[in-house]
């Protein structure tokens, strides 16, 4: 029990330490009421809940993405970005920060950006789901959830942070959807999926 306990926690450290930095950015959002922290809390839940639902189906034989168009998720917080962009440039004389941070779409939107974010979750959760005995399978998912919790801590703590919130004040709205653009990109490119999407167009 002890060993499946200390595998699960290395396994979700390894594959969610960028969690922690989309999460600190959706928490820092919250800090200007664009954003309510339990819909933080709820989508990053909802996110990973259908990535560990997803894992386990492949474990089961069953693909319901091809692992080569998974990279197609990253157009979820790419698009997200681009539009937190579009706002701040409109508001940029604006002094109201009310509507310059980027909403996520509430719940669903940041259960989105943590299922795009997950491609590197599922790649690694589905064999060891399918190697795993379901006691232990089911300890393992157990100590997940647990650690998505304490990823929001530790997320809340630095994002609502005084001395954080007062030195990212100025590029706050900027920051927002600059971070989920380059999330975007980086899972696009990184998966490869881009240049599938040239050789199928070709």
């Not at 969610?16 to 009421?33: Q, W």
């Not at 980086?186 to 070709?202: A, C, F, K, Q, T």
Request: glycine share 10%; hydrophobic share 55%; net charge negative.
């Amino acid at each position: 029990m002890i060993g499946t306990i200390a595998a699960a926690v290395g396994l979700f450290a390894a594959t969610n330490i960028d969690d922690v930095v989309v999460l600190t950015v959706l928490f820092l959002a919250s800090t200007r009421g664009t954003l309510p922290g339990w819909k933080v809390v709820v989508g990053q839940y909802a996110g990973f809940i259908a990535l560990v639902a997803i894992s386990v189906l492949a474990a089961a034989g069953l693909t319901i993405v091809p692992d080569k168009w998974v990279g197609l998720l990253g157009l979820i917080p790419l698009g997200i970005g681009l539009v937190g962009l579009v706002r701040a440039l409109r508001r940029r004389g604006d002094d109201d920060d009310d509507d310059s941070a980027v909403r996520a779409g509430g719940v669903l939107g940041v259960a989105g950006i943590t299922i795009a974010n997950g491609a590197d979750n599922i790649s690694l959760y589905t064999p060891v789901f399918r190697t795993t005995p379901i006691p232990d399978t089911v300890v393992t998912i157990a100590v997940f959830l647990v650690l998505v919790a304490v990823w929001c801590l530790v997320a809340r703590f630095v994002g609502t942070n005084k001395t954080v919130t007062e030195a990212l004040e100025k590029i706050e709205h900027w920051l927002v959807p600059a971070v989920f653009t380059g999330l975007g990109l980086y899972i696009l490119i990184e998966s490869g999926v881009i240049m599938r999407l040239i050789d199928v167009l070709s």
